[in-house]
């Protein structure tokens, strides 16, 4: 069994990066810049927002926080949405999910401008990844393939199971393993709450992605010998050793099913260092892309 290291991983992907931005430094070209909102003062989305703010710094991309009142109007938010659509100095934005229950998260998405979607949540991103046109990536099911990628995982002819069918990582994930690309070519069959025979179906899975958010879901006897299993999951469980008062959960009871696996992502450690490697990866292709068109129209 070995540990997929999502921290290695990403180190690795915001070096190259690093190089890149080196060789857009001596060119002059303007650095990526990622505007991050945060609606309410939600404690998850507190931390996945300061993560990426820091990753931005890491790897020497400009990045903006705009904090927002939980009870800023839709009309507002949305006003403010299309402001930096306009702003041709802000190459990404990216809008924190969950929103408060008032805010239409469909309606924000619809508003943030293709070219500057980040996240790759936009329509005309989902319809162009459907259909293997180059887009931009939702990052968690990236940041998942190219994990795959840095571990040479073979994926052709195998059989993928993915649990959730969320649009942010379960739908997207299982468009991306059926593709016929080096790091896809798989069956894929998705799971969720109204799946029956969840447990046989896992039993012939080769490659098990776990993302609904259940803690300890994928137990060691759903699981084949030599499967590779993708745990997704970061639920906040109350833990009164730790000083923040909880721990982070996966998915999946790792340590039993462990022993039974091929290749397996601990929590934390493995699919969340990924994602924001990903979503560094929309960045500095937004930007880049912004560079090109501007040299093709002189
Ligand atoms: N909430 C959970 N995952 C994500 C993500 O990848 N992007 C955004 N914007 N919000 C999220």
Redesign the pocket.
Known sequence: MQILNGKDASQAIKDSLKLEMAQMAVQGKAVPHLVAVLVGNNGA?ET?VASKVKACQEVGFKSTLIRLEDDISSLKLLDMIMDLNRDPDIHGI?????LPKHISEEEVINTIDPSKDV?G?HPNNIGRMILGHPSFI???PYGIMLLLEHYKIETKGKHAVVIGRSN?VGRPMSILLSENRAQGNCTVTICHSHTKNIKEICQSADIIVAALGRPNFVTADMVKEGAVIIDVGITRVPDSTKKSGYRIAGDVDFENVAPKCSFITPVPGGVGPM?IAA?MKNTFKACALKHYYEEAEG
């Open positions: 989305s996945y990216l809008v924190q999910l969950p996240d949540f939702p990052a968690t942010i994602t979503l």
